[in-house]
C-alpha cells in the first residue's frame, strides 16, 4: 500500500472517531462524562471511605473552582443504579441549602419532559423528587432514591470538614424507559449555599428547567477511559495530517 493511501486512511479514522464523538456530546459543548461500570463496591454512607471513589469518574463543577466537585459511578449491588457523591465546602447547616441533579433521556428541549427527573436535597434533611410534564416540574414518589449525608473530610485539597453527600438512584423505578438503561443521558448537577447566597453549577451555565442547557452522561465503561480522550483523538489527526503531508510532499530530484 502506498504511503499516501496509509496516511489517507489514517486521517479517515480519525475524523471518524472525532465525528463519533461529536455525537455522543453532552448538550452543553464541552460538559461531557463516562459512568463507570466497574471498580470497587460504594457504601451509601455519607463519607468517601477508602479508595471508594478513586476508580470512578470525578468531575470539579466548575474550571478553576477547587472547592465543589461529584463524582458518579454504577453501582452492582444495588440493581443497574447510578451511585453519586456532591463534594462541597460549605459546613454551615443552612435549611436553604440545597443540593440537585438533573437527569434524563438525550432529548434536550426548552422545558423538562416525562424522560427527565430532578432531585433535589433540601437544608440537609429533606428528598424531594419530580417529573417533567412537558412545561414544569411535578412532584413524584421518593422511593426510588436513597441519600447518605454527614460533615466529614474528604481527599486534598479538600482534607476539611465540610458536607458530603451520597445518592443511589434506582433507575429501574424511576424515570421512563428512555433514560432507565445505559446512557448516554442528559445530566446537570447543582449546589446551593445559604450563607454565602451563591450556587455552583455543571455546566457552570445551565438551568435546571432548560435540559438543552445541561451537560450529558455519554457512555458508560469498566475503567475510566483514557484511550480516547479529546486530547488523543487530537494527537491522533495531527499525527495523520503529518504523515499525510510527509507521504505526499514532493522528493527532491537527485
Keep these: 500500500m502506498k504511503k499516501s493511501t496509509i496516511g489517507f486512511t489514517l486521517l479517515m479514522l480519525c475524523c471518524l472517531l472525532v465525528g463519533n464523538?461529536?455525537?455522543?456530546?453532552?448538550?452543553?459543548?464541552?460538559?461531557e462524562i463516562t459512568e463507570v461500570n466497574g471498580g470497587g463496591p460504594t457504601t451509601?454512607?455519607?463519607?468517601?471511605?477508602?479508595?471508594?471513589?478513586?476508580?470512578?469518574?470525578?468531575?470539579?463543577?466548575?474550571?478553576?473552582?477547587?472547592?465543589?466537585?461529584?463524582?458518579f459511578k454504577a453501582?452492582?449491588?444495588?440493581?443497574?443504579?447510578?451511585?453519586?457523591?456532591?463534594?462541597?465546602?460549605?459546613?454551615?447547616?443552612?435549611?436553604?441549602?440545597?443540593?440537585?441533579?438533573?437527569?434524563?433521556?438525550?432529548?434536550?428541549?426548552?422545558?423538562?419532559?416525562?424522560?427527565?427527573?430532578?432531585?433535589?436535597?433540601?437544608?440537609?434533611?429533606?428528598?424531594?423528587?419530580?417529573?417533567?410534564?412537558?412545561?414544569?416540574?411535578?412532584?413524584?414518589?421518593?422511593?426510588?432514591?436513597?441519600?447518605?449525608?454527614?460533615?466529614?473530610?474528604?481527599?486534598?485539597?479538600?482534607?476539611?470538614?465540610h458536607w458530603f453527600t451520597e445518592v443511589r438512584i434506582d433507575k429501574t423505578a424511576i424515570g421512563s424507559a428512555m433514560w432507565n438503561g445505559p446512557p448516554p443521558f442528559d445530566l446537570r448537577v447543582a449546589m446551593y449555599d445559604a450563607s454565602n447566597q451563591s450556587w455552583v453549577a455543571w455546566p457552570p451555565e445551565s438551568d435546571p428547567d432548560v435540559p438543552e442547557s445541561w451537560g450529558g452522561i455519554i457512555d458508560y465503561a469498566a475503567t475510566v477511559p483514557e484511550a480516547f480522550s479529546?486530547?488523543?483523538?487530537?494527537?491522533?489527526?495531527?499525527?495523520?495530517?503529518?504523515?499525510?503531508?510527509?507521504?505526499?510532499?514532493?522528493?527532491?530530484k537527485t
Aim: proline share 4%.
Design 230 to 252: 479529546f486530547g488523543v483523538i487530537a494527537l491522533l489527526s495531527s499525527v495523520a495530517v503529518a504523515v499525510v503531508f510527509y507521504s505526499t510532499r514532493k522528493r527532491p
Design 21 to 31: 464523538l461529536a455525537l455522543v456530546q453532552g448538550l452543553e459543548e464541552g460538559y
Design 75 to 161: 453501582d452492582s449491588g444495588a440493581g443497574y443504579a447510578p451511585h453519586m457523591f456532591w463534594d462541597f465546602s460549605d459546613d454551615t447547616d443552612d435549611a436553604a441549602d440545597l443540593v440537585q441533579i438533573c437527569i434524563g433521556s438525550q432529548i434536550g428541549g426548552d422545558a423538562p419532559q416525562s424522560a427527565h427527573n430532578k432531585i433535589e436535597i433540601l437544608g440537609h434533611e429533606t428528598l424531594t423528587v419530580y417529573e417533567g410534564d412537558g412545561a414544569e416540574w411535578v412532584e413524584i414518589d421518593d422511593s426510588a432514591v436513597t441519600w447518605a449525608e454527614s460533615l466529614t473530610t474528604t481527599p486534598a485539597p479538600m482534607d476539611y470538614e
Design 44 to 71: 451509601l454512607d455519607g463519607a468517601w471511605d477508602t479508595d471508594e471513589w478513586e476508580d470512578g469518574w470525578i468531575e470539579w463543577m466548575d474550571p478553576g473552582v477547587s472547592y465543589a466537585r461529584f463524582g
